[in-house]
T-cell receptor
């Protein structure tokens, strides 16, 4: 079965503290992993793609196939990082190319 | 490029009414999808299309209908609105679903009373 699990509904940190948003997945095949961000009442925006191995707004994410994880990390959180974060996967297998989303983690960065 | 455009932004319906949520993209993307976003549920796929004339059901298709007569447009029809369809609806498009992800519209906030 295809599934994305984000175990934390809410993560609250202080400005300047490190952040790690957890994402675990199960997928029958070789998935591509993504992180999307949604600022208050705005559209979802693509933050990171596993395949590009890039760093956006200071965020990075590493795919760990052994642990089936794709955690999102940032060494020093900023107040403007406060948003809803969704981990998602896609692939040619069970999802038929469609995005399967986790339930999201709300990140709150306090001053 | 306007990207993905959704109309209307807000809508209130009475139970039993029907309506169409509009979605248009100007990026010549083959793939388009409709999702609904509910608190604590994340985003769930309603219907999707891999090209003009081809549509298929997602995870939660009941009560919704779609068609794809052109590459640009992918309207979502609510046949007989129910309070359970109160949600935020997002349309998304992609040129290559696997590697590039999706571009999302700004959403339609629908309330059914």
């Amino acid at each position: 079965a295809q599934r994305v699990t984000q175990p934390e509904k809410l993560l609250s940190v202080f400005k300047g503290a490190p952040v790690e948003l957890k994402c675990n997945y199960s997928y029958s095949g070789s998935p591509e992993l993504f992180w999307y961000v949604q600022y208050s009442r705005q559209r979802l925006q693509l933050l990171l793609r596993h395949i590009s191995r890039e760093s956006i707004k200071g965020f990075t994410a590493d795919l760990n196939k052994g642990e089936t994880s794709f955690h999102l990390k940032k060494p020093f959180a900023q107040e403007e990082d406060s948003a809803m974060y969704y981990c998602a996967l896609s692939g040619y297998g069970g999802s038929q190319g469609n995005l399967i989303f986790g339930k999201g983690t709300k990140l709150s960065v306090k001053p | 490029n306007a990207g993905v455009t959704q109309t209307p932004k807000f809508q209130v319906l009475k139970t039993g009414q029907s309506m169409t949520l509009q979605c248009a993209q100007d990026m010549n993307h083959e793939y388009m999808s409709w999702y609904r976003q509910d608190p604590g549920m994340g985003l769930r796929l309603i219907h999707y299309s891999v090209g003009a004339g081809i549509t298929d059901q997602g995870e939660v298709p009941n009560g919704y209908n779609v068609s794809r007569s052109t590459t640009e447009d992918f309207p979502l029809r609510l046949l007989s609105a129910a309070p359970s369809q109160t949600s935020v609806y997002f349309c998304a498009s992609s040129r290559d679903r696997i590697n590039y992800g999706y571009t999302f519209g700004s959403g339609t906030r629908l309330t059914v009373v």
